[in-house]
């Protein structure tokens, strides 16, 4: 279960033509999805890119991120377009708030989960 939402200025370095450079320090692979998740990553994709959200969902940290996401034409969109990012935060990082590439929303049809391991 997701709790209160708290957005966060955007990040100004992405855009619809500026990837993001990699993760926030302190964050790592999305291992959880609490309940609710695909729900608020659709919410958030009328804000800007770079917008930032951050929340907890099931005593863990977590920061979703709109940024560009590739083509992905098995799921209808052909094109790079909006998505949104969700990384969960490290356990015993200096920031309670860092993430690695997860959970992906992309323009309100599905999502794809991507587990990624250190």
Known sequence: MIGTVKMLA????ISATALPKGPPEGYGPLVHAPAGLETLAK???????GARA????????????????PPA????LPTWHKGVTVYQAVQGTASPWAPVLVM????????????MFR
């Open 73 to 76: 034409p098995a799921r209808g």
């Open 43 to 49: 919410g958030l994709l009328v804000e800007p890119y």
């Open 10 to 13: 955007p990040d100004t370095s």
């Open 54 to 69: 951050l929340f907890k969902g099931d005593g863990i940290l977590y920061m979703a991120r709109l940024e560009p996401h």
């Open 104 to 115: 992906t929303v992309a323009g309100g049809i599905g999502y794809a989960l991507a587990r």
